[in-house]
């Protein structure tokens, strides 16, 4: 079936440092989203990239949604401490009702 | 708060009980969804309702699971005779229905342990 794979499974990072995760289809999604989960909370929509090599900012994070529109990255930029949770991207499939399929997450440690 | 809830937040139950958790979504919403989360993984889709209509059911959803929302408002999952493989943190999102441009709206979810 439809899967979306993200890497890496961890990420431990020091404060200020960058972090990226990144996120592969093995179909081509309609739409991609991003959530973050702060540890013992749920889900919470960032964004979502539709167009075909979009990129999107909000302040530290860059999110960008591949021209085959089947690999997506979010990347931030001098993490804080407050950055801590678990990232997920969510593939919209096209033709396929009206489920989105979730990456297993990237969880992000930052050590002040 | 006008965001999704549910209930109960946390639920204990022997093998062989039946359980049943209720959503209520964001009043305005047409979509309703429920996902199962495992410690480590995202969530996975179960099933999801267009107003009270049930468009979809993942095939993770065994017989033993059903849900409803009959009025197309709050939602109910249930499970029949537990297992302790049913151990997980059950959510619900609501969502506009604007197909592939969906946002979906979390709640905080319903955690079961089966014993």
């Known amino acids: 079936g439809q899967q979306v794979m993200q890497i890496p499974q961890y990420q431990h990072v020091q404060e200020g440092e960058d972090f990226t995760t990144y996120c592969n289809s093995s179909?081509?999604?309609?739409?991609i989203q991003w959530y973050k989960q702060r540890p013992g909370g749920h889900p919470v929509f960032l964004i979502q990239?539709?167009?075909?090599?979009e990129v999107k900012k909000q302040k530290r994070l860059t999110f960008q949604f591949g021209e085959a529109k089947k690999n997506s990255s979010l990347h931030i930029t001098a993490t804080q401490t407050t950055d801590v949770g678990t990232y997920f991207c969510?593939?919209?499939?096209?033709?396929?009702?009206?489920?989105?399929?979730f990456g297993q997450g990237t969880e992000l440690s930052v050590k002040p | 708060d006008t965001g999704v809830s549910q209930n109960p937040r946390h639920k204990i139950t022997k093998r062989g009980q039946n359980v049943t958790f209720r959503c209520d979504p964001i009043?305005?919403?047409?979509?309703l969804y429920w996902y199962r989360q495992t410690l480590g993984q995202g969530p996975e889709f179960l099933t999801y309702f267009q107003n009270e209509a049930q468009l979809e059911k993942s095939r993770l959803l065994s017989d033993r699971f059903s849900a409803e929302r009959p009025k197309g408002s709050f939602s109910t999952l249930e499970i029949q005779r537990t297992e302790q493989g049913d151990s997980a943190m059950y959510l619900c999102?609501?969502?506009f229905g604007q197909g592939e441009l969906d946002t979906q709206y979390f709640g905080p979810g319903t955690r079961l342990t089966v014993l």
């Open positions: 990239l539709v167009k075909s090599g």
């Open positions: 179909t081509t999604l309609s739409n």
């Open positions: 969510a593939g919209w499939i096209y033709n396929q009702g009206g489920k989105l399929i």
């Open positions: 009043s305005e919403h047409n979509r």
């Open positions: 999102a609501s969502s």
